[in-house]
């Protein structure tokens, strides 16, 4: 490390050390990943890392949350879309996908995690369930189905998710558009078996939402 680091700014640090930790954490893993080599990647001494975060799991969990909260937002939005149920469920699985491509660190930190730290399961935990229950709301609002079994079908979709943008992330040449179109078209069409609920008219609901003859309509 240069003996001429560049002083910075305490908040821009702080962010230039998050970014460091998410690519080592990323391509070590929280276990093999060291605060010495945190240290020497972000060209600063150890004490300056640890002025900013009192050890590495403290600093992993940091990573983890922003991780975390980088993937909510992106799903929250695709959830908001003025559309059909079937075209948010689409937007979903699309912006899911699209995560991995545009923050492979971030989806490595999140579905790659080799920590056993309560701490760090928590975060795990809770973006997996907060994806649940974002997938869970498209159901009910589609369905007859109680809020809890809407979200026994929410963790199960968003574990079909995760699995397939794994898959996408050990497989770049994978045609992201094809893949997303057919897991949607999946889901949907497995929704078609569930019983729907009435027609609500809603000037932002299109009547897309429920199915024709058993099965949902486009």
Do not use: C
Request: glycine share 4%; no cysteine.
């Amino acid at each position: 490390m240069s003996s001429a680091t560049r002083r910075l700014p305490r908040a821009e640090r702080r962010r230039q050390l998050v970014e460091t930790a998410m690519e080592r954490f990323a391509a070590r893993g929280y276990n093999a990943a060291s605060m010495d080599e945190m240290a020497e990647a972000a060209a600063v001494s150890k004490p300056v890392l640890y002025q900013h975060f009192e050890s590495k799991l403290d600093l992993y969990l940091v990573v983890l949350q922003q991780a975390a909260d980088s993937l909510t937002e992106r799903l929250s939005a695709a959830i908001a879309l003025p559309a059909s149920n079937k075209y948010r469920m689409q937007a979903t699985v699309r912006a899911l996908f699209a995560f991995v491509d545009d923050h492979p660190h971030e989806f490595s930190v999140l579905f790659r995690a080799d920590s056993y730290e309560p701490q760090a399961l928590r975060v795990v935990h809770s973006v997996r369930l907060k994806m649940s229950h974002m997938i869970g709301e498209i159901v009910q609002r589609s369905t007859e189905l109680s809020w809890n079994e809407a979200l026994v079908v929410g963790r199960s979709v968003m574990q079909m998710g995760e699995g397939a943008a794994v898959a996408l992330s050990e497989d770049p040449d994978l045609d992201r558009d094809h893949i997303a179109e057919v897991i949607s078209d999946v889901l949907w069409t497995g929704f078609g078996g569930l019983p729907y609920a009435a027609e609500v008219p809603d000037e932002n609901q299109p009547s897309a939402d429920r199915p024709a003859h058993g099965r949902a309509r486009d």
